[in-house]
């Protein structure tokens, strides 16, 4: 968004595509969205057990194995919670949490 005149240019466009275009406009409201953030746990499956899968009968239903064994010689395992799956509030992280936790 910039200034021009006593208006603004707003670029609009969605992260979905590379669709863009430039609006003037007297004012706007900015939507940034939500995105995972999950760049921690892409930068760490190559060096875990589990290359990040979580069993997903496990994570489901609380039975089976919470890990999918890939290589038994990584450091640990790993899986994604709260906001690294998706944009959720800090109680969802933490019931994903406490479902791990009591399958340890």
Do not use: C
């Not at 240019?9 to 609006?23: F, K, M």
């Not at 004012?27 to 921690?40: F, W």
């Amino acid at each position: 968004m910039a200034r021009q005149a006593n208006r603004l240019l707003a670029r609009i466009g969605t992260d979905y595509s590379g669709h863009e275009q430039a609006r003037q406009r007297d004012r706007a409201i900015v939507d940034r969205g939500t995105a995972p953030l999950g760049g921690l746990h892409f930068a760490l499956k190559p060096f875990s057990r589990n290359r990040g899968e979580p069993g997903q009968e496990a994570m489901s239903s609380g039975a089976g194995a919470l890990f999918v064994p890939h290589d038994p010689a990584g450091a640990f395992d790993l899986l994604r919670i709260g906001d690294a799956v998706s944009s959720r509030n800090v109680l969802a992280a933490i019931h994903d949490a406490l479902r791990i936790g009591i399958r340890r």
